[in-house]
């Protein structure tokens, strides 16, 4: 989501705010703070029945 976010966003403007890219960094920080957290309650195997 970064690279979309460079790629698409930012040679309009640098903030967020005024070029529409705002979706693309709420996801993109989202997306790295699962990476890091895991994904918890959310995790297939916590629906596994054992």
Same mark, same amino acid.
């Given at each position: 989501? +970064?690279?979309?976010?460079?790629?698409?966003?930012?040679?309009?403007?640098? &903030?967020?705010?005024?070029? @529409?890219?705002? @979706?693309?960094? @709420? &996801?993109?920080?989202?997306?790295?703070?699962?990476? &890091?957290?895991?994904?918890?309650?959310? +995790?297939?195997?916590?629906?596994?029945?054992?």
């Amino acid at each position: 989501m +970064a690279i979309a976010y460079f790629m698409a966003h930012y040679p309009r403007d640098f &903030f967020p705010i005024n070029n @529409s890219g705002d @979706s693309a960094i @709420s &996801f993109c920080f989202i997306f790295l703070y699962l990476v &890091f957290a895991g994904a918890g309650a959310f +995790a297939l195997d916590n629906r596994r029945n054992a």
